[in-house]
């Protein structure tokens, strides 16, 4: 009897894990969410994982067999298989979360970052399929990238590419977490475009309703509506952000040639506040052969779920790649 | 019988033409140059190039059989076979020459640019061997590259993948013949640092023999031979180059996380005094997860025959692609 196959995608986030089980063309046939408990160690979160996917598993149809497992988390590296000295979690410099849940299901398991399953994700079900070479930036509240050269997601020699946050705008700029100065997500994320805000209050003298909103209230969702009522700090904002990131992402260009670029992410969701003079900024710093050739688009992938998507594209990728068959979902010791 | 194989190795300059037999080891059997006549068109060229292709072709060993062409020349584009608008010929928008050389050799033909000639040829020949992620930047009047990814060289969505020269330092700063302000070649190649001097000239009050030296004159030789008899100014402008070359060398890394960076061409004889201070840049401006993980190093392809050996060694790849029979040079025509 024919089965219908199935992968679980699990997107590890400081605050919240979501996961889910998406089918082979995309849909997400159920999910749900549990508390990271950041504070905790990987080694108490994945029991809890495993129960809790045991338990969604009931919601399947019948005849569903699970055939991988992807996860997205942060400074995951796909090539070890590790979560490396993660920002929001208290996991230490390196633990095999691969390793953790192989030691529960005999499944293919691939783990990477959340911008990179972003990527695969875009690539298997959303706006970059059929593409051999794409780039896709999560705007959240730093700035995540994932490059696809020749249909393949780029890992490079260390498993850690694209991280196009971290490339720089102004060696003389804004402090970054990472320890450097003046990297792009220091400019274009949720908290790059507040703390532009309170630079243009410094230099301008516009009347501005931003004026009454302190540094810890400020959120990007209020310059967004700001803008949207033709406040001319907040519009100031967006302009900003859209140059630095058009004239960072014409860079990107000169590096991989891709046929398209794809926003995601909260700061994307301002739609075309940024997507349009993005789009302008982009062109007039192309090198000349890319003129014209290179298309700006949002993520094609729902806002809610996409993480979990990206997710589950990274474990179907590998399945593909193993070719194992695993007809069910056999679980380890337990 | 055995016979021996090898390639035909083209570089196309806007003044002089080299090429020559280059064996399967990367051997450079003979060679030769002739004057491209930059004025006169590329089908003009052709016929004169086959010529002399065929009077050097009798100084190789009895046995030798030649399997393919490969071509470097600026702004070619390996997917087409063409050359677009190259700067410093009269050739027009774009011809094919891939096509002119098939009417003449039923032989694999392949173009590409030089910098990416050369980063195949470090590659197959050179520093890059056995290597997955490598990056070959080329020091001469601009600055080219070639990018390594997964140990193919990589051409993306239309051909034109690699031009770090034309990524931006500064969207204010120096005029650059593309068009754009502040590109990375307007600050590091032989004319670029030139920029430097009379930049730093202006800015300092040091003594300097390059005081003496006209804009016209003024070579990076020049500044070389200053720098290695402690003139503070030329010293100062190897440590402006090196510290961008440095920081726009760390968001490469961020792009494709190569094992080791090449660099090559003119400026790169300048060796220590260049190379040295760019890798403590470098190390300087890498974003954590890279830092003491890429190496950078100079180019182990001969200056003199680096170009033909580029091209001969695009030629190889070609033909191990095409895997065609080629037992002899078979002229068409003629």
Same mark, same amino acid.
């Given at each position: 009897?024919?089965?219908?196959?199935?992968?679980?995608?699990?997107?590890? +986030?400081?605050?919240?894990?979501?996961?889910?089980?998406?089918?082979? @063309?995309?849909?997400?046939?159920?999910?749900?969410?549990?508390?990271?408990?950041?504070?905790?160690?990987?080694?108490?979160?994945? $029991?809890?994982?495993?129960?809790?996917?045991?338990?969604?598993?009931?919601?399947?149809? $019948?005849?569903?067999?699970?055939?991988?497992?992807?996860? +997205?988390? $942060?400074?995951?590296?796909?090539?070890?298989?590790?979560?490396?000295?993660?920002?929001?979690?208290?996991?230490?410099?390196?633990?095999?979360?691969?390793?953790?849940?192989?030691?529960?299901?005999?499944?293919?398991?691939?783990?990477?970052? %959340?911008?990179?399953?972003?990527?695969?994700?875009?690539?298997?079900?959303?706006?970059?399929?059929?593409?051999?070479?794409?780039?896709?930036?999560?705007? !959240?509240?730093?700035?995540?990238?994932?490059?696809?050269?020749?249909?393949?997601?780029?890992?490079?020699?260390? !498993?850690?590419?694209?991280?196009?946050?971290?490339?720089?705008? %102004? /060696?003389?700029?804004?402090?970054?977490?990472?320890?450097?100065?003046?990297?792009?997500?220091?400019?274009?994320?949720?908290?790059?475009?507040?703390?532009?805000?309170?630079?243009?209050?410094?230099?301008?003298?516009?009347?501005?309703?931003?004026?009454?909103?302190?540094?810890?209230?400020?959120?990007?969702?209020?310059?967004?509506?700001?803008?949207?009522?033709?406040?001319?700090?907040?519009?100031?904002?967006?302009?900003?952000?859209?140059?630095?990131?058009?004239?960072?992402?014409?860079?990107?260009?000169?590096?991989? @040639?891709?046929?398209?670029?794809?926003? @995601?992410?909260?700061?994307?969701?301002?739609?075309?506040?940024?997507?349009?003079?993005?789009?302008?900024?982009?062109?007039?710093?192309?090198?000349?052969?890319?003129?014209?050739?290179?298309?700006?688009?949002?993520?094609?992938?729902?806002?809610?779920?996409?993480?979990?998507? +990206?997710?589950?594209?990274?474990?179907?990728?590998?399945?593909?790649?193993?070719?194992? /068959?695993?007809? @069910?979902?056999?679980?380890?010791?337990?």
């Amino acid at each position: 009897m024919q089965t219908n196959q199935c992968v679980i995608g699990i997107d590890i +986030g400081g605050t919240t894990t979501s996961f889910g089980f998406v089918d082979r @063309s995309g849909a997400l046939i159920c999910e749900t969410t549990l508390p990271t408990l950041a504070n905790q160690s990987a080694e108490a979160l994945v $029991p809890r994982l495993c129960d809790g996917i045991e338990k969604l598993r009931t919601a399947l149809p $019948p005849q569903t067999s699970v055939s991988g497992i992807g996860i +997205g988390a $942060p400074n995951a590296n796909y090539q070890r298989g590790t979560v490396e000295n993660p920002p929001n979690l208290n996991w230490g410099a390196s633990v095999n979360l691969v390793e953790l849940f192989r030691q529960r299901y005999d499944l293919p398991v691939a783990i990477t970052n %959340d911008a990179n399953a972003a990527a695969i994700g875009e690539l298997l079900f959303g706006g970059a399929r059929g593409m051999k070479h794409a780039i896709i930036i999560t705007l !959240g509240t730093g700035l995540g990238s994932g490059i696809i050269v020749n249909g393949e997601l780029l890992y490079g020699a260390d !498993g850690f590419a694209g991280e196009l946050g971290h490339t720089t705008v %102004d /060696p003389t700029g804004r402090y970054c977490a990472c320890g450097k100065h003046g990297c792009l997500e220091t400019y274009v994320s949720a908290t790059g475009i507040c703390r532009t805000v309170f630079e243009l209050l410094a230099q301008r003298l516009d009347a501005s309703s931003l004026r009454d909103v302190s540094c810890s209230d400020l959120t990007s969702k209020i310059i967004y509506e700001a803008a949207c009522g033709g406040d001319a700090i907040a519009l100031a904002a967006f302009d900003t952000t859209a140059r630095i990131l058009g004239m960072k992402l014409a860079d990107a260009v000169a590096y991989t @040639s891709p046929e398209a670029i794809f926003l @995601s992410g909260g700061l994307a969701a301002a739609g075309d506040l940024l997507i349009t003079p993005t789009r302008c900024y982009l062109e007039e710093f192309l090198f000349n052969p890319y003129k014209g050739k290179v298309k700006l688009l949002r993520s094609e992938l729902p806002e809610s779920s996409g993480a979990i998507l +990206g997710a589950a594209a990274l474990a179907w990728h590998e399945v593909d790649k193993t070719t194992t /068959p695993s007809p @069910s979902l056999s679980r380890r010791g337990a």
